[in-house]
T-cell receptor
Framework: EPEVTQTPSHQVTQMGQEVILRCVPI?????FYWYRQILGQKVEFLVS????????KSEIFDDQFSVERPDGSNFTLKIRSTKLEDSAMYFC?????????????FGEGSRLTVL | GQQLNQSPQSMFIQEGEDVSMNCTSS?????WLWYKQDPGEGPVLLIA?????ELTSNGRLTAQFGITRKDSFLNISASIPSDVGIYFC?????????????FGTGTRLKVLA
């Protein structure tokens, strides 16, 4: 069964360093998302991406964050200069569309630890 | 921003009991999704609801899209130990051609054997 895959599963980094989290969405999906979950808390929307541009972003998604679809399969989240409070699980998700068949499928997540 | 409140926040139940949880908001949503999350893993989709009033089942799970489009509930019948986890609702909000799924605060379920 097709699935969303994410790498790395866990990354430890020093504060101020750049981090890139990678995702391979399900192949026929058109909408891509990044969500964040701080330990024990709810899943928070970061950004949605469609047709090679950001569709919507949350207030969390500030200038330190960027997303890119560098080729036909990967979808990346870059944090330019990590802060301690960026420590969280980052989930990539994708959907075929959001109008009629908008079921959102998640990857297993990338745990980011900022020291 | 939009807020989805889930209740209860957590619950302990005996194996075999039925469970009910709900998700409410002051905003209207166009789609409701229910997810289960196990520790250290990503949310797994359980049920999707697309129309107000829709009632959908998936095995022991039943979910309904509220008539007002501002709420949804999830029922689990005859709970078993592997039902343990955190259950999240997610509502789809569409605004001027943009789409965003908002997640609820989660219901942590613990099943006592």
């Amino acid at each position: 069964e097709p699935e969303v895959t994410q790498t790395p599963s866990h990354q430890v980094t020093q504060m101020g360093q750049e981090v890139i989290l990678r995702c391979v969405p399900i192949s026929n999906h058109l909408y891509f998302y990044w969500y964040r979950q701080i330990l024990g808390q709810k899943v928070e929307f970061l950004v949605s991406f469609y047709n090679n541009e950001i569709s919507e972003k949350s207030e969390i998604f500030d200038d330190q964050f960027s997303v890119e679809r560098p080729d036909g399969s990967n979808f990346t989240l870059k944090i330019r200069s990590t802060k301690l409070e960026d420590s969280a699980m980052y989930f990539c998700a994708s959907s075929v569309d959001v109008g009629g068949g908008g079921e959102l499928f998640f990857g297993e997540g990338s745990r980011l630890t900022v020291l | 921003g939009q807020q989805l409140n889930q209740s209860p926040q957590s619950m302990f139940i005996q194996e075999g009991e039925d469970v009910s949880m709900n998700c409410t908001s002051s905003s209207i949503f166009n789609t409701w999704l229910w997810y289960k999350q196990d520790p250290g893993e990503g949310p797994v989709l359980l049920i999707a609801l697309y129309k107000a009033g829709e009632l959908t089942s998936n095995g022991r799970l039943t979910a309904q899209f509220g008539i007002t489009r501002k709420d949804s509930f999830l029922n689990i019948s005859a709970s078993i130990p592997s039902d343990v986890g955190i259950y999240f609702c997610a509502g789809l909000r569409t605004t001027s051609g943009t789409y965003k799924y908002i997640f609820g605060t989660g219901t942590r379920l613990k099943v006592l054997a």
